[in-house]
């Protein structure tokens, strides 16, 4: 039997393909992950050892021979052969993954250290890397072999290994590539949900695994989910792990006897407490989104409530994802929404979001997704409007000062008004106030809108706030009064301003205090546009009236009427006769 050292390297190329086993340690020959060698003119089994394993001289060639079927003298083999041996055997090489995508509080945890850093795209991410992906957070990560894991907020995930199968560079040549790219990957995810795109198998050691700390899923190539940390849609308690396969086949084991294979369109929920995998369950399918709005002119996206069943299944809840990208690779909003209710997302800023819809059963599993992208235009936000309020009716005469609130990100604001001639002017303002001085009588109404300017862009203005309107009130003259002598009363008129109803105080003092003695402070309401007082007191009044409209609400008081009440009419009356007489 020759030795290794007899057997020289031929420098042939090796066409390496792959294959794949079932996730978990295996006993029989047939279940070992290998990684398969087409042997090629010249090839022997020492160049292949040389090439490719840790221990090249401690090989064990019986197992390889039983591995392979060979009945013959195993040292024996030929051009063409496939020859499957075992990854366990192979030299590996650590490959780090790297940040596609980060969005929001996103922290790695550097090996062997407690420090973190916060994760920027492009950087690597080195194997055993743990990362904390904060609540209002997203990631995505690329490993070597171009497979994409996404991380959703409030995910922690070790990144536990992640290297090729690699062989040795051929000696005789200046090429630098390894005889082999064989990968392995091994995700660990300790809380939350990631959702998983891997590449075709062809360039895999090992199936691309995710283990959590109940269960281990591994891939064939394959678009997946696993989320663990939660409970059952209908159920509290343990924390369990669901697996849900959107594209592919998925192999999930609690344990060396509890496996499944979970194909595309269905999804399983694993709970170590029970003595069995239950049968993979159809996901539901996507809900129709026909009666969701594609523009929104608000800054929380609302929109109307999903149907609590589906081709007779109850429905849960649903999953709900916006994204800043139609890939959904940069989510900004992940949240389930009970079924029957109403969905609101608030939105960070103006553009075009991109929401990815799922049902919910009543085991938690999520169904497939329906897409829908929509559009925000309504920053700058429209200032609120602060004086005068709504409807507010003024007095006469004095300015009006039209106050509002300042605008996030406003440059500067367009104020348009209008009279009550119906003409409408617009004014542009840096400051939060107008003053409209001398303003004739009627109803104005007005609404004001923010403008904002980023960079070279053009300016950009907001939405208009909602049209408020307030009146200016008629000036009123003071009442007209007359003394009739011989009814010992005095008489009241003023013009007719069309109003329902009218309101008159006749007042001892000025100001027209209204603690002075009942008989000192009167107050008539009259629908006429006359008033008798009969017999006033003598002395020195104040009389002054105001309109009542339809809605009850009164105007601003008129000017004042100053009268002087003698103190004997009968004296008053005989004066007023002399002067008839002698006129006469």
């Known amino acids: 039997m020759p030795s290794l050292c007899d057997l020289q390297p031929t420098l042939r190329r090796l066409f390496i393909a792959f294959t794949f086993s079932f996730i978990g340690v295996c006993t029989h020959a047939a279940d070992i992950e290998t990684i398969s060698v087409v042997v090629e003119k010249g090839e022997q089994l020492g160049t292949i050892a040389q090439r490719y394993f840790k221990r090249p001289a401690y090989i064990n060639w019986p197992e390889i021979a039983k591995l392979n079927n060979i009945k013959s003298d195993p040292y024996v083999i030929y051009p063409g052969m496939t020859l499957r041996l075992p990854a366990r055997l192979f030299e590996t090489q650590s490959s780090p993954a790297k940040w596609l995508v ?36 997203s990631a995505v990560m690329e490993l070597p072999d171009a497979s994409q894991v996404k991380l959703l907020g409030g995910s922690q995930f070790v990144l536990e290994e992640s290297r090729y199968y690699r062989g040795r560079p051929k000696a005789e040549t200046t090429e630098s590539q390894t005889g082999t790219k064989a990968f392995s990957g091994l995700m660990r995810l300790i809380q939350g949900s990631v959702e998983t795109r891997a590449t075709p198998a062809t360039d895999r050691a090992k199936p ?7 269960t281990v899923v591994g891939v064939r190539g394959t678009d997946f989910r696993v989320a663990h940390g939660f409970a ?124 990815a819809v799922r049902a919910v059963d009543e085991q938690g599993l999520e169904g497939k997704d329906a897409r829908i992208a929509t559009s925000v235009s309504v920053r700058p936000l429209s200032p609120a409007l602060q004086a005068p309020k709504n409807g507010e009716k003024l007095a006469p005469g004095a300015g009006v000062t039209l106050l509002w609130e300042k605008s996030q990100n406003a440059n500067d604001y367009l104020l348009e008004i209008t009279d009550p001639a119906q003409q409408r002017s617009t004014h542009t303002l840096k400051e939060l106030e107008f003053v409209l001085p001398n303003l004739v009588s009627g109803t104005y109404t007005w609404r004001i809108a923010a403008r904002s300017k980023s960079g070279s862009n053009p300016m950009k203005v907001g939405p208009w706030s909602e049209l408020q309107s307030f009146a200016v009130l008629a000036k009123l003259d003071a009442p007209i009064v007359e003394s009739d002598v011989h009814d010992r009363s005095l008489q009241l008129t003023w013009a007719d301003h069309k109003a329902k109803a009218y309101e008159i105080q006749f007042s001892r003092a000025a100001n027209f205090d209204s603690n002075q003695n009942e008989k000192d402070f009167l107050t008539f309401t009259v629908k006429k546009t006359e008033l008798d007082i009969p017999d006033p007191a003598a002395g020195k009044h104040f009389v002054r009236y105001r309109a009542i409209d339809n809605s009850g609400a009164a105007g601003s008081w008129s000017d004042v009427t100053e009268v002087n009440v003698p103190k004997d009419w009968r004296s008053l009356w005989l004066l007023l006769w002399t002067a008839i007489t002698i006129a006469l």
């Open 102 to 137: 980060v969005t929001g509080n996103v922290r790695i945890v550097v090996p062997g250290t407690a420090q973190s850093t916060r994760a920027v795209v492009g950087e690597p991410i080195p194997e055993g890397s743990r990362i904390v992906v904060g609540i209002d957070g």
């Open 208 to 214: 691309l695994r995710i283990q959590t700390p109940t």
């Open 232 to 355: 059952s849609a209908a159920e509290t308690g343990d924390a369990l792990t669901r697996s849900e396969v959107v594209q592919g086949l998925v192999s999930a084991a609690l344990d060396e006897t509890r496996k499944a294979e979970v194909p595309g369109g269905f999804g399983v929920l694993l709970d170590p407490k029970v003595l069995k995998i239950p049968a993979p369950v159809a996901l539901l399918e996507a809900p129709s989104l026909r009666s969701w709005g594609i523009k929104q002119e608000a800054t929380t996206l609302d929109f109307p409530a999903l149907p609590i069943e589906q081709s007779g299944r109850k429905v849960y809840a649903y999953r709900v994802q916006m994204a800043t990208d139609e890939a959904m690779s940069q989510i900004i909003f992940n949240q389930r929404f009970d079924a029957g209710r109403n969905v609101r997302i608030p939105t960070p800023d103006d553009g075009t979001f991109y929401l």
